[in-house]
């Protein structure tokens, strides 16, 4: 009979039920089942029915037994199988006339004297079930209950509601909690926090976060949200100091940024200073510096990231010297180039107790999200104009064996971390180290014009002929690579090769037949041709070169620029008159920034000034030099005047 059942066997029936198998449902059967008081609605369709193999009580009794063994699972399998044979044997028959209900209610009846518990697992079943709405009908009496007395019970309940997103009714529990003196702990005042998020009652929330930071100080989800919202709201100075480290000493804060020569001991400072709370909390004061626009700031706390990520090579005097990324090769490049010790492995760092807790902090965060904050270190670097410490950030960062090999694309990330060597290496006046951080990109990326437009800016600065070669060697690799024949014709150009270079740039020409830089580089190699001296048709390559010279001046349209470099060519001839007129040509047109189409197309340029000729500043504008050229015609014909006149108004600022 239901009454010879107890409700603490009842409350623990519905614990396993809840808290093990996830049944709801049946949680409810069993108080319905074994209590007449408590009566369903009819459309939950739960009705009190029979054990067959057993009675009930003997079920109740054996599966409290179990439980107390801590044999939860065979006591939840004995009550499921009873449970099941009943099923079965209702859906092939009818109901014993004493089992049926005889109530068709549409809502629950509980008793007002029902055991707080069994109501507090009742509440918790209809909640998981979404019948809310009786669910807080049926807290009520709980609520009028005692808080420190009843206080787990209210966990309980404002825990399930705040899981299904019921903040609104868990808000009015916790509030009742944290008043108390038994629950006022961290773990209640952060449900109460997060509730208070979620109902975007801000100003509440930061105080119950500062209730967890106060109680429970290494709490590093309390700070980091009590960070976003003082962030959020405005306090920026507190949202950072509350991301600072519990027990920072005023001696270590000035230890913090440093010169690029870093020693072992700055590193291990840089390291104690992570290892003293979550490196979490310490990216995330990063995050919120470079939000706030505190740069220097920023750069200070990234430096102790970067050099706690890259301690096992940052403090390398040699780090520059590593200048090739490869997948699997790269721990023996760097012990032989002197950037690490033999026996530095991981699993050698994990054989130590404090190896081990460095490598459980680093791997709190991604291999990307370390990239992405040592991506827009260097971002910040370049803009304070620490170009030294820069370079050295950079190159450590390519000597990093997990910075790359962990990547999700090895190839994207070391194109990357090359690029960014080379742009580092130029900030900071180191062309060789650029060009040699350059190679690997155009060895890949040999089509790319602008890859090779940055490695001719760096080659420009160096004298070495090794550059030159790997040109060579790369254009023999690819022959029909375009980029490749025209810095090759402008090697050749430049080192006074004019028929090697004329031969690179005719083909180039056959595959982009409108191009007027290539014509115009066509044009100057028959000119030299023309008045080199041991030329054998020097009136021959002069036509030719005129012929290449107007041809660039139709592809290219009338502008300073085609005015100029034509009168730039009958000048070096002699051909003073031509030379008079091309140059006349260029002062009635305004500058624009020129851009050379390989593909010959020709865009319009924006006038830069349309003010005084003589007050220009514009580095694009042509009449300065056109002007100073005619101004030398005319002094060697006598007309000072007329020389006088252009200098004046064109060439005095």
Known sequence: MPSMVDDNAINLMMDLYIMEKRDYRRALQVICDHRDDVVPPDRLQLRRHPSTKRSTQQVILQSQ?????????AALRLAASNFDDAAGELSSGELPEECQRSSNSQSWHVPYNI???LRAKLVIALIHLGELTDAWTMTEPLLAQDGEEFGDLYLDISEVLSDKGHHDRAIILLTVLVKTGSFDKPAVWLRHAQSLVALQRFTEAVHSYSRVVEMCPNHSEARTMLADLLHHQGHHEAAVRVLDPVMLDSDDVGAQSGSVEDSIADVQQAVLLIMRQDIRLTKHKCELLHQQGRFPEFIDESLILAKFYLRHVYHRQSVSKFRTIARGRSRTLMV??????????????EESETGKMELEQEDRISCDEWYQLLFQLCKALVKAKQFNTLQHVACASAASIKLLDQASDFQKRRFDVHLLCATAAYLNANAELAADHMRPILFKYRHNYAMWNSFGQLSRDLLELR???FTVRLLLKSPSALPLLIVNGNYCMQNGRYKFALGLYQRALLRLPRSAFLCLSIGVCFLHLATHRGSLHPCRHTIEAFAFFFRYLKLR????????????????LGMLSMAVNFYEKVFPLEAGLEKWELG???????????????????PCDLRRDAAFNLATIYRASGRIDLARNLLYQYCVV
């Open 65 to 73: 037994t179990m439980a107390e063994s801590n044999d939860l699972s």
């Open 115 to 117: 055991p707080m518990d």
């Open 336 to 349: 032989e180039a002197g950037l690490m010790d033999a026996g530095t492995t991981r699993k050698a760092i």
């Open 467 to 469: 550059h030159q070669k």
């Open 557 to 572: 349209g009338e502008s300073q620029e085609t005015y100029y470099n034509i009168g730039r060519a009958f000048h070096h």
């Open 600 to 618: 010959g197309h020709n865009s319009k340029s924006p006038v830069f000034n349309k003010g005084n000729p003589k007050l220009t500043i514009d």
